[in-house]
Nanobody, 125 residues
Framework: QLQLVESGGGLVQPGGSLRLSCAAS????????IGWFRQAPGKEREGVSC????????NYADSVKGRITISRDNAKNTVYLQMNSLKPEDTARYYC??????????????????WGQGTQVTVSS
């Protein structure tokens, strides 16, 4: 069983930055790849980024490439999502989710077994 808790969301102006954290706990928590997803009101949940269990492999959605960096500190059982140059369209509730070992080839929600409760990010002036 993997437990995930997100933090770091908030209100930020366009062009600003935020760093989200996903704290993982549970047996073998460091053996899980962690993906970040977001869901805006009225829209489907979409994948943003993923990092493998080892941290050696990462991927990003086209909409955030160049603006977002995912990283993990396995000593702290925490995955980070550094978001820069934020835009109003980045406004959403951000969730982290876990799947065993690798990120896979897509952000299929069904492939992630564990989910956090999410943290709200609002980009507005």
């Amino acid at each position: 069983q993997l437990q995930l808790v997100e933090s770091g969301g908030g209100l930020v102006q366009p062009g600003g930055s935020l760093r989200l954290s996903c704290a993982a706990s549970g047996f073998n928590s460091n053996y899980y790849a962690i993906g970040w997803f977001r869901q805006a009101p009225g829209k489907e949940r979409e994948g943003v980024s993923c990092i493998s269990a080892s941290g050696g492999s990462t991927n990003y959605a086209d909409s955030v490439k160049g603006r977002i960096t995912i990283s993990r500190d396995n000593a702290k059982n925490t995955v980070y999502l550094q978001m820069n140059s934020l835009k109003p369209e980045d406004t959403a509730r951000y969730y982290c989710a876990g799947r065993w070992m690798s990120c896979g080839s897509s952000y299929s929600l069904d492939e992630y077994n564990y989910w956090g409760q999410g943290t709200q990010v609002t980009v507005s002036s």
